[in-house]
């Protein structure tokens, strides 16, 4: 029948990304639910991952991929989510910022800058998209800065100049969070620090954080993705609220395929 048809035409894969990242738990979780006994996720990276989705829309070939908005790939193709009646992925969540402990004292003016950091999944996709057309991340990340003075303003409102002290951010090579974290680079370069970003995969993310080894990320997304991470680390890392609302998870398929639901694959 068709089910058996997408199955096949895919080889019983879900194009997965980087072992770390919440979503391939949560792929796991969902092969388990839905009785995909015959399916597997691969694992790889959300750079890879997007040039198989590139590879096989551009032949219009069947594809199941690990997706999740704000990305820039709903703006390149016509994408669908499968729908999840079991809630596998969870509902829409938001991405947080998280700070080591003691960050408030050591840099107060970092950690007010990091608090009020908020943006919309189309101030991110103005960045993630001319990262994805060739921009170079510092320069797609100035760009937008200089264009939402309003914005950066905003979340240096107050905030006293510091004078070349140093914070460490971590990220995980996702677009989502290379956008996010080159833009607020910036803006605590512009009140005086000096910032390193180092990129890490998620587990190492979290327990940089957790031990202090990197001041802060603005990649936890939760109350979902990352819930294993942050209840294995609870009480070692200050949560500094949402830096977005609305984002989700889930499986994406090429609008073209002839399905609409996880329980279509089994
Ligand atoms: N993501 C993007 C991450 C969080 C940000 C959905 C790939 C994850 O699954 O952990």
Do not use: C
């Not at 194009?15 to 995909?36: C, N, Q, R, S, V």
């Not at 193709?77 to 003691?102: N, S, W």
């Not at 109350?223 to 890392?237: E, L, M, R, S, V």
């Amino acid at each position: 029948d068709d089910t058996t048809s997408v199955g096949k035409s895919v080889d019983y894969k879900i194009t997965g990304i980087d072992p770390g990242a919440g979503i391939m738990e949560a792929t796991e979780k969902a092969i388990k639910e839905y009785d995909l006994d015959e399916w597997d996720v691969t694992t790889g990276s959300g750079a890879a991952m997007t040039a198989s989705l590139k590879k096989a829309y551009d032949k219009e070939k069947p594809i199941i991929v690990t997706g999740w908005t704000p990305h820039w790939k709903f703006a390149k193709f016509d994408l669908k989510y499968l729908e999840d009646p079991k809630g596998v992925y969870g509902g829409e969540e938001q991405i947080k910022t998280i700070a080591r402990t003691g960050l408030a004292e050591d840099l107060p003016e970092a950690h007010q800058v990091l608090s009020n950091f908020h943006w919309t999944e189309e101030d991110m996709g103005e960045v993630m998209v001319a990262i994805q057309e060739g921009e170079k991340e510092d320069v797609a990340a100035q760009n937008w800065v200089d264009a939402n003075a309003d914005k950066v303003a905003e979340w240096t409102e107050g905030v006293n100049e510091v004078d070349g002290d140093k914070i460490k951010l971590a990220y995980v090579a996702w677009d989502s969070e290379i956008a996010s974290h080159n833009v607020v680079k910036l803006v605590l370069e512009s009140v005086g620090y000096d910032v390193t970003l180092t990129q890490v995969e998620a587990g190492p993310l979290w327990t940089a954080v957790a031990d202090g080894s990197a001041d802060a990320s603005l990649a936890a997304w939760l109350p979902i993705t990352h819930k294993t991470y942050a209840d294995k680390f609870d009480g070692k890392f200050e949560d500094l609220g949402a830096n977005m609302d609305g984002v989700k998870i889930g499986l994406v398929v090429p609008k073209y395929m002839d399905i609409e639901s996880i329980e279509d694959l089994k």
